[in-house]
């Protein structure tokens, strides 16, 4: 090989290696960060507990563990929340906002399970402020994601939430957007049964809802 040769080898290799660098750069600022907040962490609370005798915490706990590393394969980073130390819901929604934009986090959601006085009530909703327009997308996209898996289950829609309504204090606390995640009624032994064990294939679903929204603004 001549020394020209030689030299445009060199060349060519540092352009492929300084284009190599350039994507890897480009990759890594569009790495996102997703806060996933178990309901129901502060101090002395568990939240509702299913007709199985299971409460919101544990069964969305195993839910949020699972979703990280479902995210993590998806190249999407994520932080648990699953232990506010307080007792009080407005202190303990002031530290989750503290410490999701801590983390620089993109969107937040909460894990929870519905419940209500009739076994008959029956289905999935997603939550967000009424005034956050992203907030509506990505409910939008956790309930196209469940809808597609889920199809037995009745589709309650995504529901806007007024200040002071439910699940406000979290929805208002979080600076970046966020959903409340009600997938099923623990209250209700059909549901249950249904969703007893899909904790996989339910963190499947929000990741796939997660990814989605995410891939909306490319």
């Not at 906002?97 to 937040?108: F, L, M, N």
């Not at 889920?150 to 204090?169: L, M, Y």
Request: aromatic letters at 10%; charged letters at 25%; hydrophobic letters at 35%.
């Amino acid at each position: 090989m001549r020394p020209s040769q030689i030299l445009d080898k060199i060349l060519e290799l540092i352009t492929a290696y300084k284009v190599a660098i350039a994507a890897k750069r480009k990759k890594a600022k569009k790495l996102k960060r997703v806060a996933i907040c178990v309901g129901h962490s502060r101090i002395g609370d568990k939240g509702a507990l299913s007709v199985g005798g299971v409460d919101e915490w544990r069964y969305n706990k195993k839910v949020a563990d699972l979703l990280q590393n479902h995210l993590r394969h998806q190249g999407v980073h994520s932080v648990v929340f699953d232990d506010y130390p307080e007792e009080s819901y407005s202190r303990a929604m002031d530290w989750l906002d503290q410490s999701v934009s801590k983390e620089k986090c993109d969107i937040a959601i909460e894990l929870h399970f519905n419940s209500y006085s009739s076994t008959k009530a029956e289905g999935y909703e997603y939550l967000y402020y009424h005034a956050s327009n992203n907030g509506r997308r990505l409910a939008e996209c956790f309930r196209k994601a469940q809808s597609n898996t889920f199809k037995v289950q009745k589709d309650r829609g995504i529901k806007p939430i007024e200040p002071n309504g439910r699940g406000a204090g979290f929805l208002q606390s979080v600076a970046p957007p966020a959903v409340i995640c009600e997938p099923f009624f623990g209250s209700s032994p059909k549901e249950w049964i249904l969703m007893e064990n899909k904790h996989s294939l339910l963190a499947d679903v929000y990741a796939r809802a997660i990814v989605d929204y995410f891939e909306g603004f490319q």
